[in-house]
T-cell receptor
Framework: GAVVSQHPSWVICKSGTSVKIECRSL??????MFWYRQFPKQSLMLMAT?????????EQGVEKDKFLINHASLTLSTLTVTSAHPEDSSFYIC?????????????FGPGTRLTVL | GNSVTQMEGPVTLSEEAFLTINCTYT??????LFWYVQYPGEGLQLLLK?????DKGSNKGFEATYRKETTSFHLEKGSVQVSDSAVYFC???????????FGQGTILTVHP
């Protein structure tokens, strides 16, 4: 199969602190990974596209200095929420695409619930 | 830009009932269309897809046909089971890095 994991599955932090979320492709290499944000009862919103070894491409309206993305290896991408505030509380989901083609299937992680107090 | 609109839920059905979840889209070019399913506590899984007009995607008894003339990709199943209870997302994929645009999701609950 093609399994993607996320860690942690949930995290609670104080306002002003930074939180790192990991996304790993467990049994395949992923040149490209994607980070999404999901609000309650709303759709997934693409935040950024992460390519191994290069800078992430952020969607319009997403602050790149607040949501730091690193894709240092073919199996790991990290999202760091810097100086988190209550409005950053959300469900963060990553996906990893198998292979290099834009038409290849994306495999999704189970998500990370972030709560900022 | 691209957008996807799904019928609002939640949808509640009895086992063996017929299911339709409507999905319409707006896109430039010729996108691929997808249905994803999210079971409680799990990540999204690809349910089916169609890559060009008039294609029919099917899997696990679910079907959807890519209708370019009506810009639709409605999900159907003839006889739902309790195990089909989940959240269903319609999505379209552009060619730029394979980015996906999702609908808002439809919660389906099937009662015995």
């Amino acid at each position: 199969g093609a399994v993607v994991s996320q860690h942690p599955s949930w995290v609670i932090c104080k306002s002003g602190t930074s939180v790192k979320i990991e996304c790993r492709s467990l049994d395949f290499q992923a040149t490209t990974m994607f980070w999404y944000r999901q609000f309650p009862k709303q759709s997934l919103m693409l935040m950024a596209t992460s390519n191994e070894g290069s800078k992430a491409t952020y969607e319009q309206g997403v602050e790149k200095d607040k949501f730091l993305i690193n894709h240092a290896s073919l199996t790991l991408s990290t999202l760091t929420v810097t100086s988190a505030h209550p409005e950053d509380s959300s469900f963060y989901i990553c996906s990893a695409r198998k292979g290099g083609s834009a038409y290849n299937e994306q495999f999704f992680g189970p998500g990370t619930r972030l709560t900022v107090l | 830009g691209n957008s996807v609109t799904q019928m609002e839920g939640p949808v509640t059905l009895s086992e063996e009932a017929f299911l339709t979840i409507n999905c319409t889209y707006t896109a430039t070019g010729y996108p691929s269309l997808f249905w994803y399913v999210q079971y409680p506590g799990e990540g999204l899984q690809l349910l089916l897809k169609a890559t060009k007009a008039d294609d029919k995607g099917s899997n696990k008894g679910f079907e959807a046909t890519y209708r370019k003339e009506t810009t639709s990709f409605h999900l159907e199943k003839g006889s739902v089971q309790v195990s089909d209870s989940a959240v269903y997302f319609c999505a379209l994929g552009g060619t730029s890095y394979g980015k996906l645009t999702f609908g808002q999701g439809t919660i389906l609950t099937v009662h015995p």
